[in-house]
């Protein structure tokens, strides 16, 4: 059975940084594209961002380029998000997602995504 796990959210201020990580057990990941995605209150749930299997490729949504980057051990069987500069409109649950793919096509779709964790909620006070 393959579970995702979510953990380092919490409460935060604005411009303050939060590493999340998504350890994943039941499988291994080296085969897995990666991605993150949040859910604001009251909003649907986004995409944020995504790593292939490798590593080689990455893309993010565009209010986070530049302060977000996404990462993956595959010898942990570990995703990680670093959130940098964070701002109130940060706050959300935060969900890492799975999927087996050996190609470098961008995964940006939640429907494309086999696997989720339950989440970690991260909050940004301003």
């Known amino acids: 059975q393959v579970q995702l796990v979510e953990s380092g959210g919490g409460l935060v201020q604005a411009g303050g940084s939060l590493r999340l990580s998504c350890a994943v057990s039941?499988?291994?990941?080296?085969?897995?594209?990666m991605g993150w995605f949040r859910q604001a209150p009251g909003k649907e749930r986004e995409f944020v961002a995504f790593?292939?299997?490798?590593?080689?490729?990455?893309d993010y949504t565009d209010s986070v380029k530049g302060r977000f980057t996404i990462s993956r051990d595959n010898a942990k069987n570990t995703a990680y998000l670093q959130m940098n500069s964070l701002d109130p409109e940060d706050t959300a649950v935060y969900y890492c997602?799975?999927?087996?793919?050996?190609?470098?096509?961008?995964?940006?779709?939640?429907?494309?995504?086999?696997?989720w964790g339950q989440g970690t909620q991260v909050t940004v006070s301003s």
């Open positions: 997602a799975a999927r087996k793919d050996y190609t470098l096509v961008t995964r940006i779709r939640q429907y494309e995504y086999n696997y």
């Open positions: 039941g499988c291994t990941i080296s085969n897995d594209a």
């Open positions: 790593i292939s299997r490798s590593g080689r490729a990455t």
